[in-house]
């Protein structure tokens, strides 16, 4: 009896710990995904900015 406490025991704790693997994933996913944004918009504007220079 003892030995299937046990392996849901280390079942359950598997399980805990990947969650907590996918939450820190995720979490760096979407801290990441404001960088990125802001280097696209940058891009755009630089793009932009030189498409004015061309035009003028």
Known sequence: MRLGMRLK???GQNLIEYAMVASIVA??????SVYVFRSI???Q???HAE???FND
Not at 27 to 32: P, R
């Open 9 to 11: 025991k280390k079942n």
């Open 27 to 32: 979490a760096t996913v979407i801290a990441m």
């Open 41 to 43: 918009q940058a891009t």
């Open 45 to 47: 504007q630089a793009i």
């Open 51 to 53: 498409f004015r220079e």
